[in-house]
C-alpha cells in the first residue's frame, strides 16, 4: 500500500486528493475503487482491500476535505459534481477506463449517480447502507454530529469517542478500532485534537429542507449491484431496500443482523460477501 496524490480544479483554483493504492493494475480483474461516507476517509478499507488486492489494484481516495485531501475555501463547493470531478481526476492518473466500486453511504451515493450516467465507468457497483432515497429526518440526525465535531486534549481520547459514535458500524476486534482512531485523529495548530475532516462539509445538509430523492437516477443504472444493509440502519429503511431489488438494476440485498449504519466492511464474511460478487462472471 502506497498514499499517492493528485490535482482536482473547484471554483476558486486547485486542490490536492489523497489515495492509497493496493496491489497491482497487471491483472484482467478491473481495478476496484472503494469511496467512504461522509465524514470518513480511504483507510476505513485497508482490511477490505489487503484482501482483494491480491489479484487487483484498488484505489481508495480520501474526498476532498476528509483525511489527507486539502479542504476547500468555500463550503459550498462540497456536492457531488465536486466529487464527480475528482473521480474523474482519480480514473485518468490512474488510467483506468473501467472499473468496479465499493461504496459506503455517501461513497454509495456517489457510486450510483455514476453508474447512472451514459457510458459510465462502473462495471459492478457495491453500495454500502444507503439508497435513492433518504429522509430529512435521517439527514438531520447524521448532521447532529457531523457540523461540530468534537476537540480532544490527547490523541488517545479519540477512540473512545469513536466507539461510541461509531457502535453502529458493528466493529468487534480490537484493532480496527485501534487503526480508525489513528486514521481518523487531526492534530490543531493550537496542540489539541479533533477529527480529520472538514466541518464545513455538513453545511450542504443543513441547508436541505426536503427528503432526499433519485430514485430516477437509480433506475437507469445498468450494472450489477450487490446492496448491504445494516439491519438496525436508520439511513436505509427496509422498504427502501428491498425498492431497489425490484427496480431499476434489481440489487442483490443482503442484510447483517446486529448492524446499523453502516456496515464497517471489516468483517470477514461481509469482505467474501463483496469479493464474490465482484468476481463472478
Same mark, same amino acid.
Given at each position: 500500500?502506497?498514499?499517492?496524490?493528485?490535482?482536482?480544479?473547484?471554483?476558486?483554483?486547485?486542490?490536492?486528493?489523497?489515495?492509497?493504492?493496493?496491489?497491482?493494475?497487471?491483472?484482467?480483474?478491473?481495478?476496484?475503487?472503494?469511496?467512504?461516507?461522509?465524514?470518513?476517509?480511504?483507510?476505513?478499507?485497508?482490511?477490505?482491500?489487503?484482501?482483494?488486492?491480491?489479484?487487483? &489494484?484498488?484505489?481508495?481516495?480520501?474526498?476532498?476535505?476528509?483525511?489527507?485531501? =486539502?479542504? $476547500?475555501?468555500?463550503?459550498?463547493?462540497?456536492?457531488?459534481?465536486?466529487?464527480?470531478? =475528482?473521480?474523474?481526476? +482519480? $480514473?485518468?492518473?490512474?488510467?483506468?477506463?473501467?472499473?468496479?466500486?465499493?461504496?459506503?453511504?455517501?461513497?454509495?451515493?456517489?457510486?450510483? +449517480?455514476?453508474? &447512472?450516467?451514459?457510458?459510465?465507468?462502473?462495471?459492478?457497483?457495491?453500495?454500502?447502507?444507503?439508497?435513492?432515497?433518504?429522509?430529512?429526518?435521517?439527514?438531520?440526525?447524521?448532521?447532529?454530529?457531523?457540523?461540530?465535531?468534537? #476537540?480532544?486534549?490527547?490523541?488517545?481520547?479519540?477512540?473512545?469517542?469513536?466507539?461510541?459514535?461509531?457502535?453502529?458500524?458493528?466493529?468487534?476486534?480490537?484493532? =480496527?478500532?485501534?487503526?480508525?482512531?489513528?486514521? !481518523?485523529?487531526?492534530?490543531?495548530? #493550537?496542540?489539541?485534537?479533533? $477529527?480529520?475532516?472538514?466541518?464545513?462539509?455538513?453545511?450542504? +445538509?443543513?441547508?436541505?429542507?426536503?427528503?432526499?430523492?433519485?430514485?430516477? !437516477?437509480? #433506475?437507469?443504472?445498468?450494472?450489477?449491484?450487490?446492496?448491504?444493509?445494516?439491519?438496525?440502519?436508520? $439511513?436505509?429503511?427496509?422498504?427502501?431496500?428491498?425498492?431497489?431489488?425490484?427496480?431499476?438494476?434489481?440489487?442483490? +440485498?443482503?442484510?447483517?443482523?446486529?448492524?446499523?449504519?453502516?456496515?464497517?466492511?471489516?468483517?470477514?464474511?461481509?469482505?467474501?460477501?463483496?469479493?464474490?460478487?465482484?468476481?463472478?462472471?
Amino acid at each position: 500500500m502506497i498514499t499517492h496524490y493528485f490535482q482536482s480544479r473547484h471554483s476558486q483554483g486547485s486542490h490536492r486528493v489523497a489515495y492509497t493504492e493496493w496491489g497491482t493494475a497487471k491483472t484482467l480483474q478491473p481495478s476496484i475503487i472503494c469511496v467512504h461516507g461522509l465524514t470518513r476517509n480511504g483507510r476505513d478499507f485497508d482490511r477490505l482491500a489487503n484482501v482483494l488486492a491480491k489479484d487487483t &489494484a484498488l484505489y481508495c481516495p480520501d474526498i476532498v476535505g476528509r483525511g489527507q485531501s =486539502d479542504w $476547500l475555501p468555500q463550503s459550498s463547493d462540497y456536492n457531488y459534481s465536486q466529487y464527480i470531478q =475528482d473521480i474523474a481526476a +482519480l $480514473l485518468f492518473t490512474t488510467q483506468q477506463k473501467e472499473v468496479d466500486w465499493v461504496g459506503t453511504s455517501m461513497g454509495g451515493i456517489l457510486g450510483m +449517480l455514476l453508474a &447512472a450516467l451514459p457510458e459510465s465507468p462502473i462495471r459492478r457497483l457495491v453500495v454500502n447502507d444507503v439508497g435513492p432515497f433518504i429522509s430529512l429526518s435521517a439527514l438531520q440526525h447524521i448532521l447532529s454530529y457531523v457540523a461540530h465535531p468534537p #476537540d480532544f486534549a490527547t490523541r488517545e481520547e479519540i477512540e473512545p469517542y469513536l466507539r461510541q459514535t461509531y457502535a453502529s458500524f458493528g466493529i468487534t476486534r480490537e484493532q =480496527d478500532w485501534q487503526h480508525m482512531a489513528l486514521h !481518523s485523529a487531526r492534530q490543531k495548530d #493550537d496542540g489539541r485534537w479533533t $477529527l480529520a475532516y472538514d466541518p464545513t462539509i455538513a453545511d450542504g +445538509l443543513s441547508a436541505l429542507k426536503e427528503d432526499v430523492n433519485f430514485w430516477e !437516477s437509480y #433506475d437507469k443504472i445498468r450494472c450489477p449491484i450487490l446492496l448491504l444493509r445494516g439491519q438496525n440502519s436508520d $439511513l436505509l429503511p427496509s422498504d427502501v431496500a428491498h425498492a431497489m431489488t425490484r427496480r431499476g438494476p434489481r440489487a442483490k +440485498l443482503i442484510e447483517i443482523p446486529g448492524v446499523g449504519h453502516a456496515p464497517a466492511l471489516m468483517d470477514e464474511q461481509q469482505i467474501g460477501w463483496i469479493k464474490d460478487f465482484l468476481r463472478s462472471s
